[in-house]
């Protein structure tokens, strides 16, 4: 994730409906990403149902150490789930 030299703090997500579902594989992520990562849009019951994780990310704003305690760091095991047929199911985007 990229953003422009003025911008400092930056949330990886935050839930515009209580199931929203974020993941973040072997991103690059600048040192824009607050420490905590996500944000739960003032709203703790967010915390409750929305999905965020990660796995292996890297860069200045990829350090685990401060997230919020209620996202995941995805596991070796969980990550193989995170397929483009599980994800998109039959459906083939059109690629030039």
Not at 58 to 83: H, M, S
Request: hydrophobic share 30%; with cysteine.
């Amino acid at each position: 994730m990229t953003a422009d030299s003025n911008v400092h703090k930056v949330s990886l997500g935050r839930p515009w409906s209580p199931a929203a579902s974020v993941t973040y594989i072997h991103c690059e992520l600048g040192k824009h990403i607050v420490p905590e990562g996500w944000n739960n849009w003032k709203n703790p019951n967010n915390e409750a149902t929305a999905r965020y994780a990660e796995y292996k990310n890297y860069g200045p704003g990829a350090d685990t150490a401060k997230r919020v305690n209620w996202a995941r760091q995805l596991t070796e095991e969980e990550v193989k789930k995170f397929t483009i047929e599980n994800i998109l199911g039959t459906w083939k985007p059109y690629v030039q």
